[in-house]
């Protein structure tokens, strides 16, 4: 079964400093693994996925995510921080198999930067 | 850009009644799903939806549940007799033959 695991309810993140997000993953075949981000009152918002190819993918605000298949992990970073990044992050797995494959996600980690 | 939209923001109803939660999808898109999350808890998976069946789905869409696309814009999710465990935000989401969901704002539904 897949499964992901956020090992850190809470980030605490100075502004301008960098931030790290952790996930681990457990999937039986390849996975494909997102980030989501959901602010106060809002949907999730797609970050960014990896599914294949370089280790360390870009998306969306600046952020990046390495996938790391010896650790099982994929965590989120950004180089310096902003107030606005303060949000829910949660990381997700899907199976490759199919196009209609449910996403799991995990318990999600709350990111707080302070001015 | 385009965005996945829910209707309403919010619903209230009392024990036992059924609702219905409304979304439209991205135009484009093919394959359709309801998530929720209660309060302080992840978000979980329900059902997914593609070519007019149920692909998946969780075992907690149980007989209560049900999921339509009744015309070619709208995708909803009934819930027969509503009872207070099912108190939740409830996220619609849709995509393309790519990887990602694109999640809607949801509906907070309070169950008294």
């Known amino acids: 079964a897949q499964s992901v695991a956020q090992p850190e309810d809470q980030v605490n993140v100075a502004e301008g400093n960098p931030l790290t997000v952790k996930c681990t993953y457990s999937?039986?075949?390849?996975?494909?693994l997102f980030w989501y981000v959901q602010y106060p009152n809002r949907g999730l918002q797609f970050l960014l996925k990896?599914?294949?190819?370089?280790?360390l993918v870009k998306g969306s605000y600046g952020f990046e995510a390495e996938f790391n298949k010896s650790q099982t992990s994929f965590h989120l970073k950004k180089p310096s921080a902003l107030v606005s990044d303060s949000a829910l992050y949660f990381c997700?797995?899907?199976?490759?198999?199919?196009?209609?494959?449910?996403?799991?996600f995990g318990s999600g980690t709350r990111l707080s930067i302070r001015p | 850009e385009p965005e996945v939209t829910q209707t309403p923001s919010h619903q209230v109803t009392q024990m036992g009644q059924e609702v219905i939660l409304r979304c439209v999808p991205i135009?484009?898109?093919?394959?359709f799903y309801w998530y929720r999350q209660i309060l302080g808890q992840k978000v979980e998976f329900l059902v997914s939806?593609?070519?007019?069946?149920?692909?998946?789905k969780s075992e907690i869409f149980d007989d209560q549940f049900s999921v339509e696309r009744p015309d070619g814009s709208n995708f909803t999710l009934k819930i027969r007799s509503t009872k207070l465990e099912d108190s939740a935000m409830y996220f619609c989401?849709?995509?393309?033959?790519?990887?990602?969901?694109?999640f809607g704002p949801g509906t907070r539904l309070t169950v008294t």
């Open positions: 997700a797995v899907r199976d490759a198999w199919s196009s209609a494959s449910k996403i799991i």
């Open positions: 990896y599914i294949t190819g370089d280790n």
């Open positions: 989401a849709s995509s393309s033959r790519g990887a990602e969901q694109y």
């Open positions: 939806f593609y070519n007019n069946e149920i692909s998946e």
């Open positions: 999937v039986s075949g390849n996975p494909y």
């Open positions: 135009s484009n898109h093919l394959y």
